[in-house]
């Protein structure tokens, strides 16, 4: 590849935001919006369940991991983001994540998220 070809894709992949300049990651906890699952469920199942909220202002934010603990009464998650500097779109980052989940279910079945701070967001699903 000749020079003139090699900054001029060093250009477009810096504008496109790809993150190839990317720094230091900082994470922290992505508050949840809101639980979306059924009225109810069969004890046996399967229970899917949707989780919305916005991850980051940009494209520079994205979901790292999702960390949760389960018994036959509780599913208790938490998700954890990165903000990584560097060239980023300016576009915020939804968050749309799915799950599902497999019986056993006890009733009701308590839908727990973590938030950064105030109270867990909670939704009860029970189980008919």
Avoid: K
């Amino acid at each position: 590849m000749t020079r003139p070809n090699c900054a001029l894709l060093s250009a477009l992949l810096l504008a496109s935001g790809c993150g190839i300049l990317e720094g230091d990651a900082t994470r922290f906890i992505v508050r949840v919006d809101s639980i979306v699952a059924p009225a109810s469920v069969g004890p046996e199942g399967p229970l899917v369940v949707r989780f919305l909220g916005m991850i980051g202002p940009n494209g520079c934010s994205r979901l790292a991991e999702v960390p949760s603990g389960r018994s036959p009464g509780l599913l208790e998650v938490q998700f954890h983001g990165e903000l990584r500097d560097g060239v980023c779109t300016q576009e915020p980052v939804l968050l749309d994540y799915q799950q599902e989940l497999a019986p056993p279910f006890l009733d009701p079945f308590v839908i727990r998220v973590l938030q950064p701070s105030g109270p867990p967001l909670e939704r009860s699903v029970p189980v008919q």
